[in-house]
């Protein structure tokens, strides 16, 4: 894979996902299992395809899962650091305090939100984010309905489609930062609630619309769904990072 312009990257894996129950009774949403591989796992061989070098974790709620499970990171080539929380500080804060653990924190940075998978160019976001000047570019995915949506001729019904794409485009939960925003961030609570409209009122936030897979791991139906979609195309991590059996 081509190298990026950006070569460290933070991954939000600090909160418990109580949707997600049962697997996050007693794991964090980072080590759900997909198709036999935590989240976290194919997040991190991602990021190694496409020349990060340094990967920092910030972790809450039974950080320790994920540790022990990626340990350095030299098995899937990066270096890890992990930020531990002592208190949930939320998206923003763990973002911001995160942001302070990288290996250079002057540098940009990709984020990653810890209950996304995906397969996109890396190396074009980054390419994107240097070419437009933002102070934070976000990546942004297709909106597919959850719902079967009516095909209609006047007022009777032709047929129907199941969950379609829309014409509207929804946060993919990845980023790219310049250095100067992790002051704007706040110490506890959501970045979007605060720092992105700052930066949208500033025109600093930046759109980038991805193409290539990717799914947002949110609820138990999608981990079923996202794992057959995984054994479906092939993208499943070889076995040595598995946690569980791939076929259930």
């Known amino acids: ?40 796992g ?4 991602w990021l190694a395809r496409h020349g990060v070098k340094s990967v920092t974790v910030s972790g809450g709620y039974r950080h320790e899962m994920i540790t022990d499970y990626a340990g350095d990171g030299s098995r899937f080539g990066v270096e890890i650091r992990y930020a531990i929380e002592d208190e949930p ?17 002057a540098a940009p940075f990709f984020v990653l939100n810890g209950d996304v998978i ?3 160019s890396l190396a074009d976001l980054a390419q994107y984010h240097a070419a437009h000047g933002g102070a934070v570019t976000v990546a942004l995915s297709p909106y597919r309905s959850n719902w079967g949506v009516a095909e209609l001729d006047g007022d009777r019904i032709r047929g129907f489609v199941q969950s379609p794409e829309l014409p509207y485009w929804i946060n993919a939960g990845i980023y790219v ?12 609570g959501d970045h979007e609630d605060s720092t992105f409209p700052q930066l949208a009122n500033d025109g600093r936030l930046i ?10 791991v949110d609820t138990v139906k999608d981990v079923i769904e996202a794992s057959k979609e995984i054994r479906a195309t092939g993208a499943m991590l070889p076995r040595e990072f598995h946690t569980t059996d791939p076929n259930t």
């Open 118 to 120: 995906t397969t996109f």
């Open 207 to 216: 759109g980038y619309r991805l193409s290539g897979y990717w799914r947002g």
């Open 89 to 105: 500080l939320g998206r923003g804060g763990g973002l911001k305090y995160g942001a302070r653990r990288l290996a250079d924190p």
């Open 42 to 45: 194919y997040q991190l061989a």
């Open 1 to 40: 894979m081509s190298s990026t312009l950006v070569t460290q990257a933070l991954i939000l894996a600090g909160g418990q996902a109580t949707r997600m129950r049962p697997y996050t009774d007693d794991a964090p949403k980072a080590m759900v299992p997909v198709a036999g591989a935590p989240i976290v």
């Open 177 to 188: 930062f310049n250095p100067d925003v992790v002051g704007l961030l706040p110490d506890k």
